[in-house]
């Protein structure tokens, strides 16, 4: 799909891969980008900078995001591509992969997995009656392969990637396109301070490098973006022998776990 003259909502669109995307998106010329975010501030500069709007939303809260495309759509006209880009995450407890608080495992999954799910339940109905419409869901590498130390993320992210793949198998024969974005380490405020971490153990990407593979992968219209290519045989790799993974996985852990002598 191409971006020019498209209606566009990106979530967490304030800061690192949300705010990349919206610049990158005004510069292809869409017809109206609306920035969302909880940073009030923030958003209000990106949005102005790119002659879009700003809304203020909490994406776990389903009435806000119906809020969000109703707006949205009054100013611009029908949405063409939602971008689901808002994630926390949380770490493991005490060392436990169980160890967080009810509270922040709900708080996590309403944020990185039910976001997607409002945005579609909303979206999906009239995207269907004309045919055409497009999801760019944020997830991770970790929703591939996994996320030494937060459980949390790692979860969420993994059913981010199974939602988005049942949006795909159910929806594509009535138009609807998706595409997943997996990155490993971008450098965003959530991974500030993360540079000796597993998931920067590929590098640190610049959030810009992020949204240029996003605005390709939407133009070809595929379903997996990967914007560190290395995580397609990590996949591979995982898929051909579990045992062995899990064992790799294992040891990468301890590398970053256990006291250095």
Request: glycine share 10%; net charge neutral.
């Amino acid at each position: 799909m191409e971006l020019a003259d498209k209606v566009i909502v990106v979530t967490g669109g304030a800061h690192g891969i949300g705010r990349a995307l919206c610049e990158r998106f005004a510069k292809e010329g869409a017809k109206g980008v609306c920035v969302v975010d909880l940073d009030e501030e923030a958003g209000r500069v990106v949005a102005e900078r790119i002659g879009g709007i700003f809304i203020r939303c909490d994406v776990s809260d389903e009435t806000q995001i119906k809020a969000v495309i109703a707006e949205t759509e009054s100013r611009f006209g029908p949405i063409d591509l939602f971008c689901s880009n808002a994630g926390i995450f949380i770490e493991d407890v005490g060392g436990l992969a169980a160890g967080a608080s009810n509270g922040a495992w709900n708080r996590i999954w309403q944020v990185n997995v039910m976001a997607h799910v409002y945005a579609a339940r909303a979206l999906l109905p009239a995207m269907i009656k004309r045919g055409s419409g497009y999801f760019l869901n944020t997830a991770s590498a970790a929703g591939l392969l996994s996320q030494i130390g937060s459980a949390g993320y790692s979860t969420t992210k993994h059913a981010a990637v199974g939602f988005a793949e049942s949006l795909a198998i159910t929806h594509g024969d009535q138009g609807i396109r998706v595409s997943v974005l997996c990155p490993q380490g971008v450098a965003t405020n959530m991974t500030a301070g993360q540079e000796d971490t597993p998931q920067a153990a590929d590098g640190m990407l610049q959030p810009e490098q992020v949204a240029e593979d996003v605005v390709q992968a939407i133009r070809a219209e595929r379903f997996l973006v990967l914007p560190h290519p290395q995580v397609a045989q990590y996949m591979q790799r995982k898929t051909a022998d579990y045992e062995r993974w899990i064992g790799g996985m294992r040891k990468f852990r301890r590398r970053f776990t256990m006291p250095q002598s």
